[in-house]
């Protein structure tokens, strides 16, 4: 009984943080931009034009409004599950073809396919496209730059202590030949995780400059933001797995659903970092021809 409900607390919170409070404070940071730096004074801004990126505004939100109501179906769903308990639920969520775990995934990824779309669709707050650089003078920062200056060793040192951490407990655990359980191939799924986030990183670092326009502070903290957040993902996912073992040798895979929902709530916690504009110089997307 108490689990059950627990589950549904936490996937409550799941629904309201991802599909109620992130749009929410997306949708007022960008209407603060629009109000606060319009098109006629600020075309570079806009590179799509600001009713392509008002349609683009609408599909979010309303996106985030089914997913929203979708989401507390989900949760009466659960609530009402036969038996009131954990098991109950599993039964019911079987009956679609679905485990627990999977249902919160699926759930997951649906959540976030609004912002997908929206980036897709030309919304200026998630996808500055390139638009033709146009100015006669242009400024390049030349200084060479290492990981280092966007994150400390310290949390370097932790991602790396997690991850060989991880590798030797997946090797103990082995030595008890689990019948569920997938030995290293769990290692090799962190790891693969781990490169995706380094090529992000160098990407970030050493790729070419998606918006011309954007100031080389702006870029550096920028740059710091996606650094910090994915070495904080990659130690978090580190210990989301092995919380999984964990109970998956316990004989507690039961809870596996709530910790999942967890974690994919501090995914969504740390993507609220990137939501700030109060330090971003807007100054450079004012037209050359506007005098202020």
């Known amino acids: 009984m108490y689990e059950n409900l627990i589950f549904s607390i936490v996937l409550l919170s799941q629904v309201l943080l991802i599909s109620f409070v992130l749009p929410r404070k997306v949708l007022e940071r960008v209407r603060h931009v629009v109000k606060n730096y319009p098109p006629d004074q600020y075309p570079r801004l806009y590179p799509v034009g600001l009713e392509e990126s008002e349609r683009a505004r609408r599909m979010y939100r309303n996106a985030n409004g089914v997913m929203f109501l979708l989401g507390l179906a989900l949760v009466g769903y659960t609530l009402y599950a036969p038996g009131g308990e954990m098991s109950g639920l599993r039964r019911n ?19 976030f396919s609004p912002m997908i ?6 919304f200026t707050y998630f996808n500055l496209k390139r638009s033709p650089d146009t100015r006669s003078r242009r400024s390049a920062d030349l200084r060479r730059r290492r990981l280092t200056d966007y994150v400390s060793p310290g949390l370097l040192a932790a991602v790396g202590f997690v991850y060989v951490s991880f590798v030797a407990f997946v090797a103990y655990i082995d030595t008890f030949d689990f019948p569920w359980f997938g030995g290293y191939y769990n290692v090799l799924g962190m790891t693969i995780m781990n490169l995706f986030f380094v090529g992000i990183v160098a990407k970030s670092i050493y790729g070419k400059r998606k918006d011309p326009y954007q100031s080389a502070a702006d870029r550096d903290r920028l740059i710091e933001i996606t650094v910090g957040a994915l070495a904080a993902i ?11 073992i964990v109970l998956g040798a316990l004989e507690l895979r039961h809870l596996a659903p709530i910790a999942q929902s967890i974690y994919f709530q501090v995914i969504a916690a740390f993507s609220f970092r990137s939501l700030s504009i109060e330090d971003i110089n807007f100054e450079v997307y004012r037209d050359d021809a506007v005098t202020t």
Not at 93 to 111: A, T
Not at 234 to 244: E, Q
């Open 93 to 111: 969520v079987m009956l679609l073809g679905l485990r627990p775990s999977m249902m919160v995934f699926l759930y997951f990824m649906l959540q």
């Open 117 to 122: 779309i929206a980036a897709t669709s030309g």
């Open 234 to 244: 990659s130690i978090a996912g580190t210990l989301f797995v092995t919380l999984s």
